[in-house]
């Protein structure tokens, strides 16, 4: 069974920091690319970071780009996010996701045919910033 399971969220205030971790379990088939997005009550999934199977290709959405680090340690099987310079927008909840076709496919998942489309996501774990 395949499964995604996010930790690391909580309160954080405006500036701070935090580090998300996702650890991953029961591919059959090597995993080729892993994101991070998120969602707020009303709103629809956002992606915001993509990383290869060999971190090799790393994107970054507009909105966290040069505050926000994906990463990954594949003899751990985990995926990482490390948040900084927190803004009280960046409040949501965070997921983590998996696509076992290939780094193009979920690319284009992400950016195309909308987060969602991407092969498994996890359920989440909730960041607030807020003083």
């Known amino acids: 069974e395949v499964q995604l399971v996010e930790s690391g969220g909580g309160l954080v205030q405006p500036g701070g920091s935090l580090r998300l971790s996702c650890a991953a379990s029961?591919?059959?088939?090597?995993?080729?690319?892993m994101a991070w997005g998120r969602q707020v009550p009303g709103k629809g999934l956002e992606w915001i970071a993509l990383?290869?199977?060999?971190?090799?290709?790393?994107v970054y959405a507009d909105s966290v780009k040069g505050r926000f680090t994906i990463s990954k340690d594949n003899a751990k099987n985990t995926l990482y996010l490390q948040l900084d310079s927190l803004q009280t927008e960046d409040t949501a909840m965070y997921y983590c996701?998996?696509?076992?076709?290939?780094?193009?496919?979920?690319?284009?998942?992400?950016?195309?045919?909308?987060?969602?489309?991407?092969?498994?996501w996890g359920q989440g774990t909730q960041v607030n910033v807020s003083s």
């Open positions: 996701a998996a696509e076992q076709t290939t780094y193009g496919g979920a690319y284009y998942c992400l950016t195309v045919l909308g987060p969602p489309e991407i092969g498994y």
């Open positions: 029961g591919f059959s088939f090597k995993v080729q690319a």
């Open positions: 990383i290869g199977s060999s971190a090799d290709r790393i």
